[in-house]
């Protein structure tokens, strides 16, 4: 934390490296496809919404 000036940006990389590690370590063989399919679709959706 002591490496980023401002509290803002430690929140921006927080919020994109939390959507980026979600996607790749999505423990799919302990859910169900449902509740996989329901959370890519929320992460994927704030990741659109970081990116915008």
Known sequence: MSK???VKT???FAAVHASTFNHFNAD???KSRSDF???RSA???EWRELAA
Request: charged content about 35%; glycine content about 0%.
């Open 10 to 12: 430690l929140q921006k």
């Open 4 to 6: 980023f000036r401002d």
């Open 37 to 39: 399919k329901q959370n």
């Open 43 to 45: 992460a994927l959706a």
């Open 28 to 30: 799919r063989h302990l």
